[in-house]
């Protein structure tokens, strides 16, 4: 520390008057904001490894030379193990769409704009960056290669497959490993600069909601798919799929600005072996990090991540058979069959446990699992109007919850809207963005979730919730539709959907048909 107010002081001329240790991320970096008399403010960093911290240097100089949205470079110690650099502020891309993520991927428009800026503005720094650049200064490799591919494919099958205790055919599984390893790296689009570490939170935002890039240190050459995959399929972000269509189409727009790209079908049919790569590089991670190191953050992970595959799996045919069998069999494990439960921890802490193995005893009772939910419990969940009176129970149990959706903002009372319903897209945004339903859907979510979780327990075959509004096509299908949509995903039981006054009817069918 004492080097770096050093260097600070040769750069400004005198110490600054306070000096903030910022939060730690990944890697072995650590940074400070050094913020002068005047109220200015630099960062300061602090790196372990000279390579690292050369290859950051280098690129950030050659970024800022092309007039790249990256941090400035202000001043480096001889030996370049520290270094100052411009201040881009506090707010990340990640912090600015937690809510989004926090609210199971329903992005309001805002946060979407933002996702959409950012992944415009990536094809520049892959492309335009990849010009003039000196590969030889990337670490800890300067190019996308075979060896790399097998190494973080030989990173899953060590730390995350032979963990889960699947059966495979070790030879079968490292044939398809190659012939995926080579479609990775054969074709002709290794020439941009692979950002590697492309997510929301290397992506800085300015008052104006501009991207700045950071957290570089890590790229290489390579293709232009990868950071594509890598930031529209992790698993945290909970993107739903059209959004992440959205984006891929923003990209691909964007990207015909720096090159000739191929066909939309061409584009997307080689995008998917990325995703498909890029999934298995990231359960590697949290096996190592989860399984092996036990924190509980990568362990959390899992589940979303393995979700990407199943979903994977079910759009695209890889012309990969024995991996596929083997993705298509991890799937299916019971312990996988997992999406957020609470549980109660001895010490008073409710935790958010999704360890797909047997709970450490201080965590308290065992969590469910959408596997542990397959039974025969049927969920029915209804919109109504109140002028037609609330919805009859069939099945003789009373008609369970009924949810009055009339003090929030109804979208009815304005003429562009009067002809749709809460399953319309404008209709979607006007109550997102208003932001009201999604509070009163969060205390449903919370009471469902408790009663659903129950009836499962004791073995019950019947659950109704009915939403009433004041004429049942706004506010009360948005409410329905979610409500339904969200219990089929964390419990995988079978829903029936009856938006009564509009006629529809939906049935999602149990995970396990």
Same mark, same amino acid.
């Given at each position: 520390?004492? /080097?770096?107010?050093?260097?600070?002081?040769?750069?400004?001329?005198?110490?600054?008057?306070?000096?903030q %240790?910022?939060?730690?991320?990944?890697?072995?970096?650590?940074?400070?904001?050094?913020?002068?008399?005047?109220?200015?403010?630099?960062?300061?960093?602090?790196?372990? +490894?000279?390579?690292?911290?050369?290859?950051?240097v280098?690129?950030?100089?050659?970024?800022?030379? #092309?007039?790249?949205?990256?941090?400035?470079?202000?001043?480096?110690? =001889?030996?370049?193990?520290?270094?100052?650099?411009?201040?881009?502020? +506090?707010?990340?891309?990640?912090?600015?769409?937690?809510?989004?993520?926090?609210?199971?991927?329903?992005? *309001?428009?805002?946060?979407?704009?933002?996702?959409?800026?950012?992944?415009?503005?990536?094809?520049?720094?892959?492309?335009?960056?990849?010009?003039?650049? =000196?590969?030889s200064?990337?670490?800890?490799?300067?190019?996308? =290669?075979?060896?790399?591919?097998?190494?973080?494919?030989?990173?899953? /099958?060590?730390?995350?497959?032979?963990?889960?205790?699947?059966?495979?055919?070790?030879?079968?599984?490292?044939?398809?490993?190659?012939?995926?390893? &080579?479609?990775?790296?054969?074709?002709?689009?290794?020439?941009?600069?692979?950002?590697?570490?492309?997510?929301?939170?290397?992506?800085?935002?300015?008052?104006?909601?501009?991207?700045?890039?950071?957290?570089?240190?890590?790229?290489? /050459?390579?293709?232009?798919?990868?950071?594509?995959?890598?930031?529209?399929?992790?698993?945290?972000a909970?993107?739903?799929? /059209?959004?992440?269509?959205?984006?891929?189409?923003?990209?691909?727009?964007?990207?015909?600005?720096?090159?000739?790209?191929?066909?939309?079908? &061409?584009?997307v049919?080689?995008?998917?072996?990325?995703?498909?790569f890029?999934?298995?590089?990231?359960?590697?991670?949290?096996?190592?990090?989860?399984?092996?190191? #036990?924190?509980?953050?990568?362990?959390?992970?899992?589940?979303?991540?393995?979700?990407?595959?199943?979903?994977l799996?079910?759009?695209?045919?890889?012309?990969?058979?024995?991996?596929?069998?083997?993705?298509? #069999?991890?799937?299916?494990l019971?312990?996988?069959?997992?999406?957020?439960?609470?549980?109660?921890r001895?010490?008073?802490?409710? *935790?958010?446990?999704?360890?797909?193995?047997?709970?450490?005893?201080?965590?308290?009772p065992?969590?469910?699992?959408?596997?542990?939910?397959?039974?025969?419990?049927?969920?029915?969940?209804?919109?109504?109007?109140?002028?037609?009176?609330?919805?009859?129970?069939?099945?003789?149990?009373?008609?369970?919850?009924?949810f009055?959706? $009339? +003090?929030?903002?109804?979208?009815? $009372?304005?003429?562009p809207?009067?002809?749709?319903?809460?399953?319309?897209?404008?209709?979607?945004?006007?109550?997102?963005?208003?932001?009201?339903?999604?509070?009163?859907l969060?205390?449903?979510? &919370?009471?469902?979730?408790?009663?659903? $979780?129950?009836?499962? %327990?004791?073995?019950?075959?019947?659950?109704?919730?009915?939403?009433?509004?004041?004429?049942?096509?706004?506010?009360?299908v948005?409410?329905a539709?979610?409500?339904?949509?969200?219990?089929?995903?964390?419990?995988?039981?079978?829903?029936?959907?009856?938006?009564?006054?509009?006629?529809?009817? %939906?049935?999602?069918?149990?995970?396990?048909?």
């Open positions: 520390m004492h /080097k770096l107010i050093e260097l600070y002081k040769q750069w400004s001329g005198a110490e600054p008057a306070h000096t %240790q910022l939060p730690v991320a990944g890697s072995n970096r650590v940074y400070y904001r050094l913020t002068a008399h005047d109220g200015t403010s630099v960062v300061g960093v602090i790196g372990t +490894s000279r390579d690292e911290n050369h290859a950051f280098y690129l950030c100089r050659h970024f800022s030379k #092309r007039q790249l949205p990256v941090p400035k470079l202000l001043a480096v110690s =001889d030996d370049e193990l520290r270094y100052l650099e411009s201040d881009l502020g +506090s707010v990340s891309l990640f912090d600015a769409i937690r809510g989004g993520r926090e609210a199971g991927g329903r992005y *309001t428009l805002k946060e979407v704009q933002l996702l959409r800026r950012t992944i415009r503005e990536l094809p520049n720094i892959q492309m335009r960056g990849a010009r003039e650049l =000196d590969f200064n990337c670490y800890p490799q300067a190019e996308f =290669d075979v060896d790399s591919v097998l190494f973080d494919l030989n990173y899953f /099958k060590y730390c995350f497959l032979k963990a889960t205790e699947l059966d495979f055919h070790e030879l079968k599984l490292e044939a398809d490993f190659r012939l995926l390893a &080579k479609d990775l790296t054969s074709v002709d689009d290794q020439q941009a600069f692979l950002y590697r570490d492309f997510q929301a939170r290397n992506v800085m935002l300015s008052e104006d909601g501009s991207p700045y890039f950071i957290d570089f240190q890590g790229g290489r /050459k390579g293709p232009y798919y990868y950071d594509l995959a890598s930031f529209l399929w992790q698993a945290s909970k993107y739903p799929h /059209k959004l992440r269509r959205e984006l891929v189409y923003e990209y691909y727009n964007a990207l015909k600005h720096y090159t000739e790209v191929p066909s939309p079908h &061409k584009f049919e080689r995008l998917s072996l990325f995703v498909l890029r999934q298995l590089q990231v359960l590697g991670a949290y096996g190592f990090r989860g399984y092996f190191e #036990r924190k509980p953050h990568f362990i959390e992970s899992i589940p979303p991540a393995i979700q990407n595959i199943r979903e799996l079910d759009e695209r045919n890889f012309p990969y058979p024995y991996l596929t069998d083997v993705l298509t #069999r991890l799937t299916k019971p312990r996988f069959q997992y999406v957020e439960a609470t549980a109660s001895a010490d008073g802490y409710k *935790t958010t446990d999704k360890n797909p193995y047997k709970p450490h005893p201080q965590d308290g065992a969590t469910f699992s959408k596997y542990d939910a397959q039974g025969p419990l049927v969920v029915k969940v209804f919109s109504f109007s109140y002028r037609k009176g609330i919805p009859e129970d069939n099945s003789g149990n009373g008609g369970g919850y009924v009055d959706c $009339r +003090s929030t903002h109804n979208p009815g $009372r304005y003429e809207y009067k002809q749709l319903t809460g399953l319309d897209e404008p209709v979607i945004r006007f109550l997102e963005d208003d932001g009201e339903i999604l509070t009163f969060d205390s449903v979510y &919370k009471l469902a979730d408790a009663h659903v $979780r129950r009836y499962i %327990q004791r073995g019950f075959t019947s659950l109704m919730f009915s939403f009433g509004c004041t004429g049942g096509q706004h506010r009360s948005y409410s539709q979610h409500l339904a949509e969200h219990i089929h995903d964390k419990f995988g039981v079978e829903v029936q959907i009856c938006h009564r006054e509009q006629g529809i009817k %939906q049935t999602l069918p149990p995970f396990n048909t």
